[in-house]
């Protein structure tokens, strides 16, 4: 269990707290209690290409679009704010090309992207047709992930200008994540949800070390930032008092 997912069970803990207060007995904790919890799924795109010199050769670096699933829970906090949270992952491969050789075909690095996110949630005071509009703002863990086929394949064939390199691996970030979406009530226990986030961390660079010179063995100019846009649907579920 990593460090976020322990503080996010301990917020979930935390929240039970303002529920118990004034009550005579340990079992009007649960009497009260609310909780949500949903699942969403759809793509993510990664804007995070650019180029790198290598060996006096210029390579064009960029993620391909990919699915992506979340799961999480949310704890009402009144009727507007909910504090959140989620884990999503899903695949966006990492794809590499040699632009001074035509035509361009990009080697591909097989690569997983894991978020722990705890986020608030604010509801907008109004609804149409059912239909709650929302921001969101909170804090992530992230993790990108390069599958075994990947490693390996830079460990066989090389990365770049250099024939075998066996140091491709994870990289772990701290970001936050903005966006927003509209909860649709279908029912008193569901919710349909369409959500829009941008995750940003750091650019990973997978082990690979910072560019001095073009005529290093390998490497990236100094990171800048990724922007993990991720757009989703899916169906929160309502547990507890109504």
Not at 140 to 157: G, K, L, M, S, V
Not at 168 to 177: A, I, P, S, V
């Amino acid at each position: 269990m990593t460090t976020l997912q322990k503080w996010g069970l301990g917020l979930l803990a935390m929240t039970a707290l303002p529920l118990s207060a004034g009550a005579a007995q340990p079992s009007s904790v649960f009497k009260d209690a609310q909780l949500d919890v949903y699942a969403l799924a759809g793509g993510a795109t990664f804007f995070d290409s650019g180029n790198f010199p290598d060996a006096g050769r210029v390579y064009h670096s960029r993620y391909d679009l990919g699915p992506k699933y979340t799961f999480g829970v949310a704890v009402p906090y009144g009727k507007l704010l909910n504090i959140e949270s989620a884990v999503t992952f899903g695949p966006n491969n990492w794809v590499v090309t040699n632009t001074n050789v035509s035509p361009h075909v990009g080697v591909v690095y097989p690569m997983n992207d894991y978020i722990e996110s705890a986020s608030a949630v604010l509801h907008t005071p109004f609804s149409r047709f059912h239909i709650r509009p929302y921001i969101e703002a909170g804090v992530e863990y992230d993790q990108f992930r390069p599958t075994r086929a990947a490693i390996n394949y830079a460990n066989d064939y090389g990365f770049a200008s250099v024939a075998s390199f066996p140091y491709l691996n994870r990289n772990d970030k701290f970001g936050f994540n903005a966006g927003g979406g509209l909860d649709r009530r279908l029912s008193q226990r569901f919710t349909f949800r369409i959500d829009l986030r941008d995750h940003i961390t750091t650019s990973p660079r997978f082990g690979l070390p910072v560019r001095a010179n073009t005529y290093n063995p390998v490497g990236f100019a100094a990171p800048g930032h990724v922007h993990d846009v991720t757009y989703e649907v899916g169906l929160i579920y309502h547990i507890g008092k109504l």
